[in-house]
């Protein structure tokens, strides 16, 4: 189980920084409009970190993405409306 959901972090972690980068966003100024730390920012982009439904809300704003695609890859139809 806890490996399933270190994968989940993981993964949903990558989604995230390539959508910073795509997106031309820096760490720091992500980091400073989702109102989190550079560092945390950071782990949750590698990985080490998981995150609360909060942080992942304020993140997904910030990329104008939705959670569902952050912590699975796949867009909801409701995104597409």
């Given amino acids: 189980m806890e490996a399933e959901r270190m994968k989940l972090y993981k993964e949903a972690g990558a989604r995230i920084k390539a959508l910073r980068i795509e997106k031309g966003y820096t760490r720091e100024c992500m980091a400073a409009h989702t109102k989190l730390s550079g ?15 909060d942080v992942l809300l304020r993140i997904a704003n910030y990329l104008d993405t939705g959670c569902d695609y952050i912590m699975t890859g796949k867009e909801s139809i409701m995104n597409k409306i």
């Fill in 39 to 53: 560092k945390f920012l950071y782990e949750i982009e590698v990985g080490r970190k998981g995150f609360s439904a």
